[in-house]
């Protein structure tokens, strides 16, 4: 299957890898050579048995692998797969064979597109969606290593810390508070929702999906199950579901809401709607339409028509930052993966050195004795004078220093 040998004064790896195509690698030693046919073999019993033809196109098994994996995402992520695949990736790479794809074509296919002008958000998806494919060819037997892995960073397409920061766009407490007077003035049936967004922290597909099932006014939290979007229920973006601590104003707000929903529907004969923000004919809220009313409210407030509704959620987390909750709470209350997540995002916004901090440090750490002006302070004997003032003492051993001269060397009087 593999075997190496000499040819002018170079060794050449000839091996047929797991498709059946001939291979050959030269190397300049035969250490080097020998390393090489054991990463040949090591992979060689690891490859899975090819379950598609060895020889399929990367069109081909881009549509293989979006039906395969449809049932298991999220409309949105599929969405954004597909768009990826089919309008970004050029046909030219498309009849190529998978196993033939090279790094050097995904590096190309990426700087092409930011040369182009797509942002770099734009074009990480793309790349996390080629890589995803490409890691399920490996899978398949198709292929043995992923030529797209490790091209984010070579690429700068994740952002970095300082980045990620720049990135959030929040409203001012005087801004919020504008921005809330306005929904109530020109936007009341939206008033509720964008209020307990700016209260909690919810993604907007998680708090149109809230049912009232989720709302627990005695114990003052919201249970977080589930999320809408592209017209589906599904499962919070982390996958968990999580609960959020509800502050006693948005306790007082829904409390009313849900008196006046089920007097509402009394009046009507009919049951109350278990949704907590219906639209309508007491269905999910059109998300689209959210965000148009978003942009009317905010032109009303006068506020920059840049934010969006997902400006509630970083002005409600920075807002709990500032005020001096632990980042494991905020990373709790957002639902993020990591706390990583919640430092990268938030880091201009966390508090930064105190010199205070270190005098507290002082006090807690027991010490009884502290240098001052060159002499010492001790809380039983108070200030202790240096060297240099006893020499102007009149009265003898008055109050003198300790001889620190080792005991052998003491002279006897």
């Known amino acids: 299957m593999a075997c190496i040998s000499r040819r002018r004064g170079r060794y050449v790896l000839d091996w047929r890898d797991h498709t059946g195509a001939r291979r050959w690698r030269s190397f300049p030693s035969k250490p080097e050579a020998e390393q090489a046919l054991a990463d040949v073999l090591r992979e060689s019993g690891i490859a899975a048995v090819a379950v598609v033809d060895p020889r399929i196109t990367l069109g081909a098994y881009a549509d293989r692998w979006l039906e395969h994996v449809k049932p298991v995402l ?44 797509l942002s770099r958000n734009t074009v990480r998806i793309i790349h996390a969606t080629v890589r995803a494919m490409l890691n399920a060819a490996i899978e398949d037997g198709v292929s043995v290593r992923n030529p797209a892995d490790r091209l984010g960073k070579a690429l700068r397409l994740v952002p970095t810390r300082h980045q990620a920061g720049e990135e959030v ?34 993604r907007l597909g998680e708090a149109v999906a809230l049912r009232w099932e989720d709302v627990d006014l005695v114990a003052r939290e919201i249970t977080v199950r589930r999320t809408f979007s592209m017209g589906a229920v599904g499962t919070p973006k982390s996958g968990k579901v999580r609960r959020v601590d509800v502050s006693s104003n948005l306790v007082a707000l829904l409390e009313h809401l849900d008196v006046a929903r089920k007097a509402e529907a009394l009046e009507a004969g009919r049951d109350p709607v278990d949704l907590v923000f219906p639209g309508r004919d007491d269905q999910h809220f059109d998300q689209s339409r959210i965000s148009k009313v978003f942009k009317r409210v905010l032109k009303a407030a006068g506020l920059p028509s840049s934010l969006s509704p997902h400006a509630l959620r970083h002005t409600f987390a920075i807002r709990l930052i500032r005020s001096g909750a632990p980042l494991t709470y905020v990373r709790d209350l957002l639902g993020h993966s990591s706390i990583t997540v919640t430092a990268d995002v938030y880091a201009r916004h966390l508090p930064t050195g105190d010199r205070g901090l270190l005098d507290r440090l002082e006090d807690v750490s027991g010490s009884r004795t502290v240098a001052v002006a060159g ?33 052998k060397q003491r002279k006897r009087p």
């Open 74 to 117: 999220k409309p949105a992520t599929f969405r954004s797969y597909s768009y990826a695949l089919d309008v970004h990736v050029p046909a030219v790479l498309k009849t190529l064979r998978l196993r033939q794809l090279a790094r050097a074509h995904v590096r190309e296919l990426l700087s092409a597109k930011l040369a182009a002008g």
């Open 169 to 202: 766009k929040a409203l001012t407490d005087e801004q919020l508070d504008a921005f809330l007077r306005a929904a109530a003035d020109v936007a009341s049936l939206y008033h509720a929702l964008f209020y307990t967004m700016s209260k909690t922290g919810l």
């Open 375 to 407: 002499g010492t302070w001790s809380r039983r004997s108070g200030l202790n004078r240096g060297p240099a003032d006893y020499e102007s003492d009149t009265a003898p051993n008055a109050g003198s220093p300790p001889d620190l001269t080792p005991h």
